[in-house]
């Protein structure tokens, strides 16, 4: 928004601002923010920063906490949902007394991953196009005891609410894929998401209501630059969760919410360009994709186990990646077939806009570290020309589903489990810690606190489990 200080000074100054938000990622992809007075909002701001106790987000050890945040003028927006005038700020984490990158800020990641793309002189940027799904609810109970487990969510458009109140209008198990009013009850709750979004200068392509018919939405943007497209991703779940809470509603981005429904997935379309053309483009090529674009392919399939560690890290994460639910589960490419980890969109065939998704992602992700681990994957594979076709990794274009036990073994699996997924990053994490992007302690302590969160999970008596054993 802005491009520099006096600018947004400015405009601090005529629109009446009396708060400065300033808001920042930890390092498992939540935001955190802290409040200034407007008259707070002084040059050295830019030098300086707010100080805050990186111990208390994951950031730091306690023995080392501070640190400073420096907001990116460039993020600057009106929030919507402050009663007083605020405007707010995405930030950078930077060391408290020397004021340099923080290496282990997420939002600096992201950018040395494309600073290091650069410098390989394969491409100037990478563009991303996440797409967003997410349940609506009305409700959301949930309690763990030592005597008591349970969770319970209501949804306004659930099958099962129809035999209560005779409405009628309610949408089946997997039927909500574009579903129309009145059945689809949550299109002025999405429009009023996009609107919040764009306000604050964050493009929409569209939004729609998704397969899952007891309240799933999706909303998209147009393809973006790295940093960009992860603010974005960012001010999607905020959005999205302060406009449901303001209308007495819930939003949740996890990916298996509900048992027996769709999950919430969050799929990266990606591309490269050089020189403002896209790297990824050949109009020979039976599908449009050129050599690069194959390399990086097979780079991002190689990493794939690992890669999971950052884009599905948690536990329930794995519980969407199951057979049925057009989720991937295996390690191949291909075109249309949304079983397969990355897909080659049929519908994508302008010169600038031929891409590929990376499907198995959810939202679950920090997405600085999630774009920045598949972008390293990917750069990996063009600058060791990995085939993915020589490694097994397709193209596959049938539906693996009808194929046989056997035949279906020769695919290469995704991980199953968070536990399968860390421990691929522990055995492969060289292209990550390549020229110091990811720092390695850092990839540790996530191993370490990922193990932790699956252990807790599994230690834990399920209320399936007893109802399933309790007579024996």
């Not at 490269?272 to 050949?282: A, G, H, Q």
């Not at 980890?341 to 065939?349: D, G, H, S, V, W």
């Amino acid at each position: 928004m802005f491009t520099n200080f006096v600018d947004a000074s400015d405009y601090v100054d005529q629109h009446h601002i009396r708060m400065i938000d300033l808001k920042f990622s930890d390092l498992w992809g939540r935001w955190h923010h802290v409040t200034l007075s407007a008259t707070e909002f002084e040059p050295d701001l830019m030098d300086s920063g707010v100080g805050f106790d990186g111990s208390s987000v994951g950031l730091k050890s306690v023995k080392s906490g501070d640190m400073a945040l420096i907001p990116d003028l460039s993020t600057g927006f009106l929030d919507p949902f402050c009663t007083v005038p605020t405007l707010s700020f995405i930030c950078s984490t930077v060391e408290a007394d020397t004021k340099s990158d923080f290496v282990r800020d997420p939002r600096q990641i992201a950018k040395r991953a494309e600073q290091y793309l650069i410098s390989t002189g394969i491409a100037d940027c990478s563009v991303w196009g996440p797409e967003f799904e997410f349940y609506v609810f009305e409700s959301a109970y949930f309690e763990n005891n030592i005597n008591s487990a349970s969770y319970r969510f209501e949804a306004a458009e659930a099958c099962w609410n129809s035999p209560d109140t005779g409405e009628g209008n309610y949408i089946p198990s997997h039927g909500g894929y574009h579903a129309i009013p009145p059945k689809d009850k949550l299109f002025d709750l999405r429009t009023n998401i996009v609107l919040a979004l764009e306000s604050a200068n964050i493009p929409i392509k569209y939004h729609h209501h998704e397969v899952g018919g007891p309240g799933q939405c999706e909303i998209e943007t147009p393809l973006l630059g790295l940093i960009k497209s992860a603010d974005a991703a960012m001010m999607v779940k905020y959005m999205a969760k302060m406009t449901a809470a303001k209308n007495n509603q819930t939003v949740t981005f996890l990916p298996k919410p509900l048992f027996g429904e769709a999950g919430n997935g969050m799929h990266f379309h990606q591309l490269l360009m050089l020189d403002k053309k896209n790297v990824f483009y050949d109009m020979m090529n039976k599908y449009l994709l050129s050599q690069s674009a194959f390399y990086y392919i097979g780079g991002l399939l190689k990493h794939a186990p690992a890669v999971m560690a950052f884009t599905n890290p948690t536990t329930n994460s794995y519980r969407r990646l199951v057979p049925g639910y057009e989720a991937p589960v295996n390690c191949f490419f291909s075109s249309g077939n949304r079983s397969a980890a990355i897909r080659i969109p049929k519908y994508a065939t302008q010169p600038d806009k031929v891409r590929f998704e990376f499907r198995p992602p959810d939202a679950t992700c920090n997405p600085y570290l999630a774009m920045a681990a598949m972008l390293l994957a990917g750069i990996d594979g063009i600058i060791n020309k990995i085939d993915p076709t020589a490694e097994g990794f397709g193209p596959i274009d049938e539906n693996i589903f009808t194929w046989s036990k056997e035949k279906r073994t020769a695919i290469k699996s995704l991980p199953t489990t968070l536990e399968e997924a860390v421990s691929a990053l522990e055995s492969d994490h060289a292209f990550l810690v390549n020229q110091s992007i990811f720092d390695k302690e850092m990839i540790t302590e996530w191993i370490a606190t990922k193990r932790a969160e699956d252990s807790e999970i599994r230690t834990r008596p399920h209320p399936y489990e007893i109802e399933k054993y309790f007579d024996i």
